[in-house]
């Protein structure tokens, strides 16, 4: 489904600062800063300010169609969202975040907390932080030479 399906679905319509982020984090293979977007925004001749770009990001999550992702230095970048629950496995090394679908049944643990705390939790975020399969053999390669 194309991205401007998408926000048709959310009921929004496709404004060119939303066609310029979602095309930009269409085409990135790891998540990028507001920042970022909005330098790739300029780079590419797209005249979209960097308030314009936090604020496109913000109302493009409230609607599940970007996600906030983490890495090991707890800034946070942006990545386009599949439909359904979904979490991320994040590449400490390179960056590279993949989306994988979620389990459904958390409940055990959400009862656990609830129980223990008082918490009722009503949504979470679940992200993974590792080497990618290429860190790992990079990594592999460089404890072999030294």
């Known amino acids: 489904m194309s991205f401007k399906e998408k926000l048709n679905q959310a009921g929004l319509r496709l404004t060119r600062p939303r066609r310029v ?7 990135a293979t790891i998540p990028l800063s507001p920042q970022r977007i909005y330098q790739l925004a300029v780079d590419g001749n797209n005249e979209v300010g960097l308030v314009t770009v936090y604020r496109t990001l913000d109302l493009l999550v409230d609607h599940n169609l970007v996600r906030r992702v983490h890495d090991h ?5 942006y990545v386009l969202a599949s439909p359904g629950h979904h979490h991320h496995l994040v590449c400490r090394k390179c960056g590279k975040a993949i989306e994988f679908t979620g389990t459904a049944d958390l409940s055990g643990l959400l009862t656990s907390i609830h129980e223990k705390t008082g918490f009722s ?5 679940l992200q993974l932080s590792g080497l990618c399969p290429q860190c790992q053999k990079e990594n592999m390669t460089h404890d072999r030479e030294e």
Not at 73 to 77: D, L, Q, V
Not at 121 to 125: A, F, G, Q
């Open 21 to 27: 982020v979602m095309t930009i984090l269409e085409d």
């Open 73 to 77: 230095n707890e800034c946070h970048g």
């Open 121 to 125: 939790v009503d949504e979470h975020i």
